[in-house]
């Protein structure tokens, strides 16, 4: 397989999800319209807490309580259609890679099998390609819908005060550099993580399928320290995933929590000054707290990302390889 860009080997995935487009716009509408709902949450709460606290509103008292369960009754009904029909699409978009892949084997030389380790090769059809589904799928969804979300709360921050929100738009720079450096760093494990489940694998073949050879000879010792040797840098590739992965959100919220540290504070000086009320404030900390959980999940979704175009790169390398060209009459 040449070398691809990431976009152009994310675009390929993406061929993949193109048969069952339908369904795929599905989810997309339901994610779309789940996102929508979030910021109505804390654009309720300004008219909510002035209309029923301060100004004692009997419309707002009445009908609140009811716009809230209606809210939350949409999102439901929207987060189910979206989260059935992603993972509808993510199965058959694997067992379309699948049977791609198994016939392609079923046309390869003999060479190609006697350069290729029976258990890497085992490896791809079972382990590489369920990690392509991520990518081909709920990457672009959870990156729709927190999109969204964060579109919709940065409008009702602007529209609350739009000093504050360019003051906590400042760390976005920092936010972004780190997420760069750490999808560097998964990008590289994911990789050597595929190719240590293959050896693993292969391990198991080459023991159970001559089990006899590795009895009359005692063998089960060495077969014993290959495997463990195997499975540990398994694990040692796995712990530099997660220790990636793991610093990725910490790394982000510490960098936002500062800037909502100050934004806050800021706030308050405004309310001293009359220059905001309670639900205006409370309204504006709320989109700022909600703003951080979209922001978690779209840099972990980086995670999936990276770990899904590593796999990407295994699969489509076996299903690109050249066919043993038949010439036969009989």
């Known amino acids: 397989m040449k070398n691809l860009t990431n976009t152009q080997l994310y675009l ?19 994610t779309a319209v789940a996102a929508a709902t979030e910021p109505l949450l804390p654009a309720l709460l300004k008219p909510m807490l002035d209309g029923t606290f301060v100004h004692k509103d009997a419309f707002v008292i009445h009908w609140a309580p009811l716009i809230i369960i209606l809210i939350f009754l949409v999102r439901g009904i929207a987060g189910f259609v979206a989260t059935y029909a992603i993972n509808w699409v993510g199965n058959k978009v694997v067992m379309d890679l699948r049977g791609e892949m198994f016939r392609k084997l079923l046309t390869l030389p003999t060479h190609f099998y006697d350069n290729h380790a ?37 409008g009702w921050l602007i529209y609350l005060d739009w000093k504050l929100t360019l003051l906590s738009l400042v760390v976005t720079p920092l936010v972004a550099g780190v997420i760069y450096t750490i999808n560097k760093r998964l990008r590289n494990s994911s990789r050597d993580s595929q190719r240590a489940m293959g050896n693993i694998t292969q391990v198991i073949e080459e023991s159970v399928a001559a089990h006899k050879v590795v009895k009359l000879f005692g063998g089960q010792r060495y077969e014993d320290q290959r495997f463990e040797v195997e499975t540990n840098g398994m694990r040692r590739q796995a712990m530099k995933q997660a220790a990636a992965a793991a610093a990725n959100v910490p790394l982000v919220q510490l960098v936002a929590a500062f800037a909502l540290a100050v934004v806050i504070y800021l706030a308050t000086q405004q309310a001293k000054t009359d220059e905001t009320t309670v639900g205006g404030f409370l309204s504006f900390v709320a989109a700022m707290l909600m703003l951080t959980a979209p922001i978690k ?21 076996l299903i690109d390889t050249v066919s043993e060209t038949d010439k036969g009459t009989v």
């Open 12 to 30: 390929r995935l993406l061929s993949y999800v193109k048969p069952y487009w339908r369904v795929f716009a599905a989810s997309i509408v339901g």
């Open 297 to 317: 999940r779209l840099t972990s979704v980086s995670e999936q990302m990276q770990r899904g175009l590593a796999a990407a790169e295994s699969v489509f390398d």
């Open 118 to 154: 029976t258990g890497n090769l085992i490896s791809k059809l079972t382990f590489d390609v369920t990690q392509v589904t991520a990518a081909a799928t709920s990457v672009v969804t959870v990156t729709i819908r927190d999109s969204i979300i964060i579109v919709g709360l940065l």
